[in-house]
């Protein structure tokens, strides 16, 4: 079946790099994306990875995909306090069904 | 700038209620999602519309029921609300020439808590 794994808490300080990571079981996904949640707010997409691809940089972003492990992860070069939100790994499949994981509250510390 | 709205944004009512959260979108997007976001985070999807008079059932079973009767419309309805239907209800779209649903815009969401 379909699961989404993420760690639930990261905590970093201003200015150091933070890495979420994220495990997945179903292999067959096309993307794979990170949104981002700031609070009362809904969901905006940061970035995302086609499944064919290794890494992807966006500016302070950096995807890596390792699908020999299904494991995902994203880098925030540089952290600020303004990155502190909720992070959600997820999966789609052809159709456009989406799987999120849990997410992963990131706190930043001046 | 995703133009996806939600109403209303915080609602609070009593058991056996009869309530309708609304979802709008201006981009003239045929695929159109709810999902359901637990206080743990989670998100879960309940329902999904691929165009006009198309509504699926998601991958959690809820209690509520979807309509699609215009394009830009897709409310949510629950015909008695209790306490296990507390939670946030988040509305989505996407382009359906996008074949992989490659983005979807999310609206702010609807916080329900019902007492």
């Known amino acids: 079946g379909e699961d989404v794994e993420q760690s639930l808490f990261l905590s970093v300080r201003e200015g150091d790099s933070s890495v979420i990571n994220c495990t997945y079981t179903d292999s067959s996904s096309t993307y794979l994306y990170w949104y981002k949640q700031e609070p009362g707010a809904g969901l905006q997409l940061l970035t995302y990875i086609f499944s064919n691809m290794d890494m992807k940089q966006d500016q302070r972003l950096t995807v890596l995909l390792n699908k020999k492990d299904k494991h995902l992860s994203l880098r925030i070069a540089d952290t600020q306090t303004g990155d502190s939100a909720i992070y959600f790994c997820a999966e789609s499949f052809q159709g456009g069904k989406l799987i999120f994981g849990q997410g992963t509250e990131l706190s930043v510390k001046p | 700038e995703a133009d996806i709205y939600q109403t209303p944004r915080y609602l609070v009512i009593g058991t056996g209620k009869k309530i309708t959260l609304e979802c709008s979108q201006t981009?003239?997007?045929?695929?159109m999602y709810w999902y359901q976001q637990d206080p743990g985070m989670e998100l879960h999807l309940i329902h999904y519309s691929y165009g006009v008079n198309s509504t699926e059932k998601g991958d959690l079973s809820s209690e509520s029921t979807v309509s699609r009767i215009r394009t830009e419309h897709f409310p949510l309805t629950l015909e008695s609300a209790r306490p296990s239907h507390t939670s946030q209800y988040l509305c989505a779209s996407s382009d359906i020439r996008d074949r992989d649903g490659h983005e979807q815009y999310f609206g702010p969401g609807t916080r329900l808590t019902v007492t």
């Open positions: 981009m003239g997007h045929d695929k």
